[in-house]
């Protein structure tokens, strides 16, 4: 058992201007995945220039920042900040959500393939494999903000969050961190190393997103203003995890089972 470090949310401060570790983190995704993005044009089946991948940063960022939190608005508290409308320009205080931020991404990406004239699915294939590193990157800014905490358990790596109170917790930050960061990525940047059907990276990304997803919410503690939301024991995270997993299948069976050339 072990008792969580007391890391402070702020990494630096400079008079009244403090930065936060998980803008910190946000960052660094941006960057890493940026480069990871250039890593990927020299693939012989990626048709992307180093200066695509630098115009659909742009809107990868807006599509992140705008999805993320607007969805955790409408998805997770809207009474809240509907009754403290300016509440939601506070972002430092938290508050993003990933599916969220998952579907200003696909619209971003939707705009970025008109612009571009690419196909849609195209450009989220391209992309999928990438969204991993800000998925682990955010996953550790939660843990060191000391939030999005696990359920009591007795597992001798349990940790104590001194802030909630004085029972061990699953560290589900840190299963996340594994599970939605480094098992995804691994599995999704192998899987498209070869060419796929039109679809399918994302496809998996939806499938193997929500699994994982689902399976971490059994450790998290469920958030305070929803808990148990469906036959006492599933959470909002679980329920909005269902259709991307059916998306995803649908998906990966439309990639592999339409005729060659038909989009």
């Not at 607007?70 to 009474?79: A, D, S």
């Not at 205080?93 to 991404?105: E, P, T």
């Not at 196909?119 to 969204?131: E, G, L, Q, T, Y």
């Amino acid at each position: 058992m072990f008792v969580r470090p007391d890391f402070s949310p702020i990494a630096l401060s400079i008079g009244p201007l403090s930065v936060h570790w998980y803008g910190i983190m946000y960052l660094v995704s941006f960057l890493v995945g940026w480069g990871l993005a250039n890593v990927r044009t020299r693939l012989p089946h990626i048709d992307w220039s180093r200066e695509d991948v630098g115009d659909f940063l742009f809107y990868v960022v807006l599509g992140v920042v705008l999805g993320g939190r607007i969805g955790y608005v409408l998805l997770y508290q809207p009474g809240f900040y509907f009754s403290h409308p300016l509440h939601i320009l506070f972002v430092w205080d938290g508050g993003m959500s990933f599916h969220g931020g998952m579907i200003g991404v696909a619209v971003a990406s939707l705009l970025f393939a008109r612009r571009k004239r690419r196909n849609w699915f195209d450009v989220v294939d391209f992309v999928a494999p990438i969204v991993p590193v800000g998925l682990f990157l955010g996953r550790i800014g939660n843990f060191i903000n000391g939030e999005l905490y696990g359920r009591i358990t007795h597992v001798p790596w349990a940790m104590i969050y001194p802030k909630v109170g004085p029972n061990p917790r699953h560290p589900s930050e840190l299963y996340e961190a594994c599970l939605e960061g480094i098992f995804l990525f691994t599995l999704l940047w192998f899987f498209s190393l070869k060419p796929r059907p039109r679809g399918a990276v994302a496809g998996l990304f939806l499938v193997a997103y929500g699994c994982v997803r689902f399976f971490c919410e059994f450790f998290r503690e469920p958030d305070p203003f929803a808990g148990f939301i469906a036959f006492g024991w599933m959470t909002l995270g679980q329920v909005y995890s269902l259709p991307m997993i059916a998306v995803g299948l649908s998906l990966l069976a439309w990639g592999y089972t339409r005729r060659p050339g038909v989009a």
